[in-house]
């Protein structure tokens, strides 16, 4: 018997990410949707992640939290999607999957928040700066179609909606390079019903 897949979210926050990746997985869902302050503060939920926060999912008895592991992990228990490189190959996968969770991340958010460390305090963030960070985005992304190789992977699900988001919003420097990817990668119709699927949602009060 298929183990039952749930995925916890709102509409309006990293969910997104998460929900292209299992339209791309292709394997049958149920989507639970969460309020902010009420009932991803519930004890039921507090039980699947203690953090309170979305995305999540719960695969069988299995619990997953955090955008690039749950991604991670369905690539994984649904190889037939093929979003993961076989084990011998996965050294760039896993470089640029866990690069735009921490490093790229960081550094995009603290920008947008009106951080930046002085000079002297940079050694102790695990991204350095912006600017150094963004360079090695695009270094990565201009290497080769997919940041991975040749595949498309789960690895341009979480990189790529980082950029996507960046370029959105207005939070990432808008490199021809960057337009290009986000352009290659979004063109996809796992994405496209992602967003429609979210974007109803929103409307509904979702």
């Known amino acids: 018997m298929t183990e ?6 709102n509409p309006r926050s990293r969910g997104r990410i998460v929900r292209w990746m299992l339209e791309e997985v292709g394997a049958p869902y149920r989507t639970e949707y969460l309020d902010y302050g009420t009932s991803m503060k519930a004890p039921d939920y507090l039980a699947v992640n203690p953090m ?5 999912i719960r695969h069988g008895e ?5 955008v690039a592991a749950i ?3 369905l690539a994984d228990a649904f190889p037939q999607s093929g979003l993961a490189p076989g084990l011998a190959d996965r050294a760039d996968y896993y470089r640029w999957l866990f690069f735009a969770a921490g ?10 928040l009106g951080f930046d460390a002085p000079p002297e305090s940079e050694p102790r963030l695990g991204y350095g700066n912006y600017e150094i960070t963004i360079d090695a985005m695009e270094w990565a992304v201009s290497q080769n179609e997919y940041i991975a190789g040749t595949a498309f992977t789960a690895a341009d699900i979480v990189a790529g909606s980082q950029i996507g988001f960046g ?10 390079a960057f337009e290009a990817y986000w352009s290659r990668i979004s063109d996809r119709e796992a994405y496209r019903r992602g967003n429609e699927i979210d974007n109803a949602a929103m409307e509904a009060g979702g």
């Open 52 to 56: 309170g926060k979305v995305p999540a």
């Open 71 to 73: 991604c991670a992990y």
């Open 4 to 9: 039952e897949l749930v995925f916890y979210t």
């Open 103 to 112: 490093p790229l991340e960081s550094a995009i958010v603290n920008r947008s």
């Open 62 to 66: 299995r619990i997953v939290t955090e």
């Open 167 to 176: 370029l959105q919003f207005g939070t990432m420097d808008k490199r021809p």
